[in-house]
């Protein structure tokens, strides 16, 4: 199957900073998905790219679609206690979608 | 509009047990998706159905079975538990257009 890396694997920041994260693939995908998933729950979906170089943002959040359709990436900026979970990235091939290892997020008050 | 429900939201098997976790729906989306999810590795696809009546494998199908007789539900089966399927099974759904997944709320599995 694909396999998706995500980094950092874990994040502890204070509350306040920005937060970059990435994704890298070994395959090419044509859409990039970014979700959130709160403790104890499934995840939601934040951001989904579509097309290569795209630049998307939802709120806090900024999410890019690498040029080379291999890799995507996660800023949030002014980070909140709210913004604790784990960010993970998938890919969708087909009917099936390959998720990433996760990124885990603790913010600091 | 409960969205998507999973039952049990915990369960614990002896190795050898068998049981079903059920998957219902209430959006009518066609595409419904099983997932185990371990620390460190993310979600991995185990089985999914594209319409009622319909399943196919995924990443890591061996151990498992699914069937879809109503559009709303997806079972998930374990005949023969074993330690290795500990984990934490979310259902997700999707419409087939746009490429949003509506997870469950996840059901926690552990075999003793």
């Known amino acids: 199957g694909q396999q998706l890396n995500q980094s950092p694997q874990s994040m502890f920041i204070q509350e306040g900073e920005d937060v970059s994260m990435n994704c890298t693939s070994s395959?090419?995908?044509?859409?990039w998905l970014w979700y959130k998933q709160d403790p104890g729950e499934g995840p939601v979906l934040l951001i989904a790219l579509y097309k290569a170089g795209e630049l998307t943002s939802n709120g806090r959040l900024t999410a890019q679609f690498g040029i080379t359709r291999k890799d995507s990436f996660l800023n949030i900026s002014a980070s909140i206690p709210s913004d604790v979970g784990i960010y993970f990235c998938a890919g969708p091939t087909g009917n099936q979608f390959y998720f990433g290892t996760g990124t885990s997020l603790t913010v600091i008050p | 509009n409960a969205g998507v429900t999973q039952t049990p939201k915990f369960r614990v098997l002896k190795t050898g047990q068998s049981m079903t976790l059920l998957c219902a729906q209430d959006m009518n989306h066609e595409y419904m998706y099983w997932y185990r999810q371990d620390p460190g590795m993310g979600l991995r696809l185990i089985h999914y159905?594209?319409?009622?009546?319909?399943?196919a494998k995924g990443e890591v199908p061996d151990g498992y079975n699914v069937s879809r007789l109503k559009k709303q539900n997806f079972l998930l089966g374990l005949e023969s538990a074993a330690p290795s399927q500990t984990s934490v099974y979310f259902c997700a759904t999707f419409t087939g257009s746009s490429y949003e997944q509506y997870f469950g709320p996840g059901t926690r599995l552990t075999v003793t």
């Open positions: 395959s090419i995908f044509n859409t």
């Open positions: 159905s594209v319409g009622e009546g319909t399943t």
